[in-house]
């Protein structure tokens, strides 16, 4: 009888032994070994980006000229004024623009600059004394007798970050407080022109906030515009459909060269580019064009030129050691059977340039050579294209194309054109302030969707390489939004450009793709089959252990009573 008491007891003993091991350090080890591991992210930091609260500063700089100030009046000067303004987009998000401007007289180098007998050369030497910050505006006070604009000229804006306004002789018993009240809605009307808009800015804005609150002009422009991107892969192509007809060259590296890498170069700040050609034979247009004996030519109408893009595009190619966006551009020659080929608008005119071009996809030419030789020619023609006349074509679309738009000046202004850079210095700045506020939002708007994705599914890995990555672009985030309160906006477009390529990498890792997290269901379906056997032993010996104790209890109080 003691033999078999304790033999039970020694199995009561080694029960709880093996409860206690697996309690103690089955289940902690099971644990931390099936933990999924989550490094740190900072969740209150992301959930303020959430709210887009952006303050653009833009520093203006009044320079008033000889004879527009009376010398009393001129004692008062140098002074500055701040204008606010602040729009409610919507709950999320807030815009406040802030411009500092600061009036002073003009030195005597720039009185002399001022003198010169045209305006371009005025801005030329303007801009020789002193360079601009990026983002600012300067704006020449010149007085209404002067020769240096015609005289339905009120303003003219130059090609870099200057313009001259015309004012009529600040004289009399008027105090300076007068002056500058009458110069501000002029100034305001220049810097408007010079720098963003209200609503350029809802248009960088227009993937975040309702598409009712931008204008049809600003929305059409943007999405013409390609979006937003580190990098991209610009490529010209040349479609000859009949190599036997004619026999093309052209000098495309040349002509790069002479007229896009100028432009390219200014953009840097922006993007990096990278340029490639090719020529493609036996290239066919979607569309067959039709013959109008009214012209004796064929035509393309507006209706038909969507058709044209797709069978042209499946040869083009793409780059693929490269995930930058492609803008094509394309110069389609007609073969003699079909020359010449003209392009008509919806009216069924005859588009002046014979180009169309296609919104985010890129622009197409048509090119007729058929006035270059005579019907005794023979078979292939050696036809040399002109460069100068294709690449102002290609150079328009390629603005557009990058969200450079065409501004429409008020009455009585004048933009000087952008000479050889294809970008004038303000243009520039335009078209920084917008990506500055596109990169912007959409870097928060891609952090906070990963912060919320990886909230609600708690057993996906987040490795350090992520978390790094999304401290990364917070960081560079609050940056950019700092610099743009400041006003440094060559500051706050790399901070963007560093936070879009941040939140981008840790939104696209691969690791967050990887079959390494599973359903809760699963897990039981895994877990189950593997703990079940070994538990219910365990836990059948502690309810007996447990019964046992219970029974010995009520024995003994039955004793007692």
């Known amino acids: 009888m003691a033999a078999i008491e304790t033999e039970k007891q020694r199995g009561r003993y080694a029960s709880l032994a093996i409860a206690a091991v697996v309690i103690v350090l089955g289940i902690p080890l099971w644990w931390k070994t099936t933990e999924t591991y989550r490094a740190w992210l900072p969740f209150s930091q992301i959930n303020e980006l959430d709210s887009l609260q ?25 002074l500055s004024q701040t204008r606010e303004q602040e729009h409610q987009i919507d709950a999320k998000t807030v815009l406040r623009y802030r411009y500092e401007t600061k009036y002073r007289t003009a030195t005597i180098m720039e009185e002399d600059a001022l003198n010169q007998p045209s305006a371009q050369e005025a801005d030329l030497s303007l801009h020789m004394l002193s360079e601009s910050a990026c983002g600012s505006v300067v704006v020449y006070i010149i007085p209404e007798t002067s020769t240096l604009l015609p005289a339905d000229v009120k ?46 800015i809802l248009a960088a804005l227009s993937d975040r906030i309702r598409v009712g609150q931008v204008s049809k002009e600003s929305l059409a422009d943007n999405m013409r515009a390609i979006k937003s991107s580190p990098g991209y892969e610009i490529t010209f192509s040349l479609l000859n459909p009949d190599p036997k007809s004619h026999s093309l060259h052209w000098d495309i590296e040349g002509a790069v060269n002479s007229y896009i890498q100028p432009l390219l170069d200014k953009l840097n700040p922006i993007a990096n580019f990278s340029v490639d050609s090719q020529i493609l034979y036996y290239a066919m247009l979607g569309v067959n064009p039709r013959f109008d004996n009214s012209v004796s030519a064929y035509t393309l ?19 693929a050691a490269s995930s930058n966006p492609v803008l094509n551009f394309l110069l389609y020659v007609p073969d003699a059977q079909h020359s010449p080929l003209f392009i008509r608008d919806h009216s069924k005119r005859e588009i002046p340039s014979n180009a169309f071009h296609s919104p985010r996809w890129g622009g197409i030419m048509v090119y007729n050579v058929n006035d270059m030789y005579g019907p005794e020619a023979e078979f292939p023609v050696d036809i040399n294209i002109s460069m100068s006349k294709v690449m102002g074509v290609f150079l328009a679309q390629l603005r557009l194309m990058l969200g450079v ?42 952090i906070t969707s990963l912060a919320q994705l990886l909230d609600q ?15 990364s672009a917070v960081t560079s985030l609050q940056a950019a939004v700092a610099e743009l309160e400041a006003g440094n906006l060559a500051f706050a477009l790399q901070y963007s450009r560093e936070a879009i390529l941040a939140s981008e990498r840790a939104f696209f890792d691969p690791s967050l793709l990887h079959l390494l997290y599973f359903p809760d269901d699963q897990k039981f379906a895994i877990y189950i089959p593997l703990f079940l056997p070994m538990c219910v032993p365990i836990v059948l010996s502690l309810l007996k252990i447990a019964n046992e104790i219970r029974q010995r209890r009520a024995d003994k109080l039955a004793k007692k009573d």
């Open 405 to 446: 738009q065409k501004t429409q000046p008020p009455p009585g202004f004048v933009l000087q054109s952008a000479g050889s850079e294809g970008l004038a210095d303000w243009e520039l700045d335009r078209l920084m302030w917008s990506r500055s506020v596109e990169n912007i939002a959409t870097a928060s708007t891609t």
């Open 457 to 471: 599914i708690s057993n996906i890995v987040i490795n350090d390489n992520i978390a790094q990555q999304v401290s």
């Open 301 to 319: 109408n507006a209706d038909s030129l969507a058709h044209v893009i797709n069978p042209v595009e499946a040869r083009l190619g793409s780059n």
């Open 54 to 78: 952006l303050q653009l500063s833009v520093e203006v700089e009044v320079v008033l000229s000889r004879g527009t100030l009376s010398p009393e009046q001129q004692k008062k000067v140098p």
């Open 155 to 200: 303003v003219y804006v130059g090609q870099r970050r200057t313009a001259l306004l015309r004012a009529a002789l600040f004289e009399g018993t008027a105090g300076l407080k007068e002056v500058l009240s009458t110069l501000e809605p002029q100034v305001k009307q220049v810097v408007d022109t010079m720098s963003f808009s209200h609503q350029d």
